[in-house]
């Protein structure tokens, strides 16, 4: 597609529910990124990916918290027994696979733990 | 590790005014440098990025940032406010070393005053 695609871009569950967040990526682009946003603050990095292995994955706050890309295209962000806490907007990234190249941000999943 | 600080959340200034808004980089290593902005309830856009070319760097919307390596620093600036800049600007740190990813401050928030 044109751009980086993620759904759904909004998502309510209830509080030690299981939820997964899709990211497609611009074509072509090697590296796959997701970051968390909370209300005010800047991105917060999670995980990164090279093809189809997780590059850096030190972001990731605790075992509940887990990302896949089995083909190295799109990535899914899968958050087990979700707690209030986990509320923030998804975001997903992805660039060419070389130095200095920007990231493009898809519109993010904005998740809501009830 | 990278980091940047944005000094400085909230930014006002009337239209017409110059924009500046402070970025500081930590890096090890030679960064490569952005700014995004990040209009409401949308994803984040890239202004324009230092790859270690030229030291001043032009963006989108009349936007542009020097990099001064002496200083740390990768501050923003716009001669002229216009209300439709009124968002808010991260600034972000990428190197080679750590695998591309990108590291992002904490935000300023820009309102222009009519």
């Known amino acids: 597609g044109a751009g980086v695609s993620q759904t759904p871009s909004n998502k309510v569950t209830e509080k030690g529910k299981y939820v997964e967040l899709r990211c497609d990526p611009i074509s072509g682009h090697t590296a796959l990124y997701w970051y968390r946003q909370s209300l005010g603050q800047g991105p917060e990095f999670l995980i990164y990916f090279q093809g189809t292995g997780a590059a850096d994955d030190s972001g990731l706050p605790n075992d509940r918290f887990f990302a896949v890309r089995p083909e190295g295209s799109v990535s899914t962000l899968k958050i087990q027994r979700t707690e209030r806490g986990d509320s923030a907007v998804y975001l997903c990234?992805?660039?060419?696979?070389?130095?200095?190249?920007?990231?493009?941000f898809g519109q993010g999943t904005r998740l809501t733990v009830v | 590790a990278q980091s940047v600080t944005q000094l400085g959340s909230h930014v006002s200034v009337s239209e017409g005014a110059l924009v500046l808004l402070r970025c500081n980089y930590s890096s090890s290593v030679p960064p490569y440098l952005f700014w995004y902005v990040q209009y409401p309830n949308q994803g984040l856009q890239l202004l324009l990025k230092?790859?270690?070319?030229?030291?001043l760097v032009k963006g989108i919307n009349g936007f542009e940032a020097e990099f001064k390596k002496s200083e740390t620093s990768f501050h923003l600036t716009k001669p002229s406010a216009h209300m439709s800049d009124a968002a808010e600007y991260f600034c972000?740190?990428?190197?080679?070393?750590?695998?591309?990813?990108?590291?992002f401050g904490t935000g300023t928030s820009l309102t222009v005053i009519p």
């Open positions: 990234a992805s660039s060419l696979n070389s130095g200095g190249t920007e990231a493009f």
């Open positions: 972000a740190v990428s190197a080679l070393n750590t695998g591309n990813q990108f590291y």
């Open positions: 230092y790859t270690s070319a030229a030291t």
